[in-house]
């Protein structure tokens, strides 16, 4: 069975930094995009950054663009989000999302998502 | 305000046709960058509904009923819902990928209401 479980997510004071953590099981998580989404309390889902499948190449919102890196380690067929400098605002549920073949951006399969949240 | 706008709320009685209208501009629909589509119910993962494939057309995952359909023209996209049910109730999201911002892009969503 497909699945993506994401993890790291927790409280930290702005400023501070956080790794999440997406664990892939059922399919071989390099050879497709996938995708960090999150959604704050009370507003919409916002896309936070991308990376793609064979060719590794990653985009990011601007929102979060110098601050989020987004990168994935084969051998262990997980997928990072290395948050740094956070702010009040990134205070949001984080998804990890696997992209439908052949597409950069359509996501078909979801982790349950993790809470970050960024408070003094 | 995001790139893509949809109507805040849309509501309709069961066995109903509703429409969600998600408007673009020239950096992503009006560019031929295709249109996702999601629902999501609060406490769970969006769920993927409709989705353009690379050659442009557009898609229904299995298992996603054929109430569901999406169409895109111009810089617009819709969502048409069919025989609305009260298990529809839910958020949706259109998404594109916008060339100006070089990413992925959400609308703002639309809460359907099944009265």
């Known amino acids: 069975e497909v699945q993506l479980l994401e993890s790291g997510g927790g409280l930290v004071q702005p400023g501070g930094s956080l790794r999440l953590s997406c664990a892939a099981s059922?399919?071989?998580?390099?050879?497709?995009?996938m995708n960090w989404v999150r959604q704050a309390p009370g507003k919409g889902l916002e896309w936070v950054s991308g990376?793609?499948?064979?060719?590794?190449?990653?985009n990011s919102a601007d929102s979060v663009k110098g601050r989020f890196t987004i990168s994935r380690d084969n051998s262990k067929n997980t997928l990072y989000l290395q948050m740094n400098s956070l702010r009040v605002e990134d205070t949001a549920t984080y998804y990890c999302?696997?992209?439908?073949?052949?597409?950069?951006?359509?996501?078909?399969?979801w982790g349950q998502g993790t809470m970050v949240t960024v408070s003094s | 305000q995001s790139v893509l706008t949809q109507p805040p709320s849309v509501s309709g009685a069961p066995g109903q046709r509703v429409t969600i209208s998600c408007t673009g501009s020239?950096?992503?629909?009006?560019?031929?960058?295709?249109v996702h589509w999601y629902q999501h119910l609060p406490g769970t993962a969006p769920k993927l509904l409709m989705y353009?494939?690379?050659?442009?057309?557009?898609n229904r995952p299995s298992g996603v009923p054929d109430r569901f359909s999406g169409s895109r023209s111009g810089t617009s996209a819709s969502l048409a819902i069919t025989g609305l049910q009260a298990e529809d109730e839910a958020d949706y999201y259109c998404?594109?990928?916008?060339?100006?911002?070089?990413?992925?892009?959400f609308g703002g969503g639309t809460k359907l209401t099944v009265l």
């Open positions: 999302a696997k992209a439908v073949t052949g597409t950069r951006f359509a996501l078909h399969i």
């Open positions: 059922g399919f071989t998580l390099s050879t497709y995009a």
């Open positions: 990376i793609s499948g064979t060719e590794v190449s990653t």
């Open positions: 020239s950096s992503n629909f009006g560019a031929g960058y295709g």
């Open positions: 353009t494939d690379n050659n442009g057309y557009i």
């Open positions: 998404q594109s990928y916008d060339s100006s911002l070089g990413g992925s892009i």
